[in-house]
């Protein structure tokens, strides 16, 4: 037992610095630094720091209470180093090595990754090792990330759910789709190399490794982020036994399952740009952004033919009682100027919106429209009086036209080249 000063001369540097966000975990959390402290290898120096989001079940406070008991004399190897803001710090002793649990309170539950973030800002030492307080990820592996990461300081020691001799427990079926099925987008979408479990909360890694990313501070997952941002980056995976909660409820939600895809699409978009272009490269993504105007220009079409279709139909029956004609000229106009509208903001992505340039291009866009008109009714013509069936030739007729007006939006109202 040492006091003051003395303690502070005392503090050996930390090998490692074990993160765990909690929200929620009063049950788990004081057995789980228990047997973290049980798990530790003899030589390692290390520090666990909860990173609690103001859980209202009190998880912060009983950390808290926990280490004010350490700074009692009566409790062995322990000892409390005082409070200071918003955090609290107890030390121990154990023989010869250090052991010291901090927790960082936040004000309100603000997501995963930031938490994390804050808890390795926090943190002092070389290593950090990061994993959930649940007792899903067994105490008992820590001693195996430690030893695989001090053998290779470079690289990223991940606890896998998915390789041959992990297996996980007590998830029902929707939850392990839902689990693969973002390690599947995942590794399809992402460069991150050949690894089974690129979205587990169970890894260790250094910290300056770590500190050299800019991660996002988006999302659940933070070890996609890093494997996507630190290139070239070994990864060695150890299997483990993944067991659901034994108390308390996942934080994982409809939300986060959002958040993930956009967190997959930021690092797709991060990748496509961090990656020296190549001309194939060019060639595909102009192929890829022609197809998406295509794609964009026939849905506008398709909303213009039921908006067409939907207000002919209600002027002409119901409301206003109009002579059909007039009710379907009202539906063209008015399916012409939504189709122009949403082509102009969502097809072509043309952000100018000057008064006379912009009913320039509408006028332009209405004749376009009508020449259209006009070409699907004389190719229909041709077709069938060349001996093609009505309905073939009304799809050829539609599909040519539609072509051709698409072609002539995109050189001469929008101004761009049909192929760049
Ligand atoms: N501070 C803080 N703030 N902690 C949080 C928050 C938050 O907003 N949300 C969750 N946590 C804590 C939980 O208390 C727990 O310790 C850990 O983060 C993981 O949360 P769970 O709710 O238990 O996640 P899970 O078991 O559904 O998800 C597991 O699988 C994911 C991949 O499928 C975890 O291992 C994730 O880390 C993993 O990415
Ligand atoms: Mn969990």
């Given amino acids: 037992m040492f006091q003051g000063g003395e303690l502070i001369s005392k503090f050996k540097e930390i090998d490692f610095s074990i993160i765990i966000p909690t929200y929620n975990e009063s ?40 280490i004010r008991t350490c700074e009692n004399p009566g409790y062995s190897g322990c000892s409390y180093l005082g409070s ?28 995963l990754i930031p938490a994390i973030l804050n808890g390795i800002s926090a943190s002092t030492g070389k290593y950090i090792l990061i994993m959930d307080a649940d007792f899903s990820h067994p105490p008992e592996t820590i001693p195996i990330l430690i030893r695989e990461l001090i053998r290779d300081p470079d690289s990223i020691v991940v606890a896998s759910r998915y390789m041959l001799g992990s297996s996980i427990k007590g998830w029902p079926y929707k939850r392990r789709l839902l689990s693969t099925s973002a390690v599947k987008i995942a590794k399809h979408s992402l460069r991150i190399g050949n690894i089974s479990d690129p979205i587990s909360g169970f890894f260790a890694i250094s910290r300056n490794v770590v500190e050299n990313v800019n991660i996002d ?9 890093i494997l996507v941002k ?56 102009s192929s890829v952004r022609f197809l998406s105007k295509v794609g964009r220009f026939y849905t506008v079409g398709a909303t213009g033919l039921v908006i067409n279709f939907l207000i002919s139909y209600v002027l002409s029956n119901s409301i206003t009682n109009m002579w059909y004609i007039h009710a379907t000229t009202v539906g063209i106009a008015i399916s012409v100027t939504t189709n122009f509208v949403l082509n102009k903001i969502w097809t072509f ?21 009508a020449l259209g008109a006009a070409l699907q009714l004389g190719l229909l013509y041709i077709f069938v009086q060349s001996g093609i ?32």
């Avoid at 049980?38 to 609690?52: F, G, H, R, S, T």
Wanted: hydrophobic content about 35%; overall charge positive; proline content about 2%.
């Fill in 230 to 285: 630190v290139k070239g980056v070994r990864v060695k995976e150890i299997p483990y036994t993944f067991v659901d909660r034994r108390s308390g409820t996942s934080k994982l939600d409809l939300s986060v399952a959002l958040d993930y895809i956009r967190s997959v699409w930021r690092l797709y978009r991060y990748g496509q740009q961090s990656r020296p272009k190549q001309k194939s490269d060019t060639e595909k993504r």
């Fill in 349 to 369: 992505e043309d952000k100018q919106f000057q008064l006379g340039s912009t009913l320039r291009q509408y006028g332009l866009f209405a004749s376009i429209s």
């Fill in 389 to 420: 069936q009505f309905g073939l030739s009304l799809i050829f007729a539609v599909a040519l036209a539609s072509a051709n007006n698409f072609l002539l939006n995109k050189k001469f109202t929008f101004h761009e080249k049909i192929w760049d």
């Fill in 27 to 66: 049950e788990n959390i004081l057995n789980l630094i228990d047997a973290i402290k049980c798990n530790l290898p003899d030589n390692i120096n290390a520090e666990v720091i909860i990173v609690d989001d103001n859980s209202p079940d009190g998880t912060g406070s009983i950390v808290e209470d926990y």
């Fill in 84 to 111: 200071s803001g918003n955090e609290s710090t107890a030390t121990g002793d154990f023989e010869s090595r250090i052991f010291r649990l901090r927790v960082v309170h936040r004000k309100i539950k603000f997501g």
């Fill in 217 to 225: 501070s988006m999302g659940y997952k933070i070890l996609l982020e």
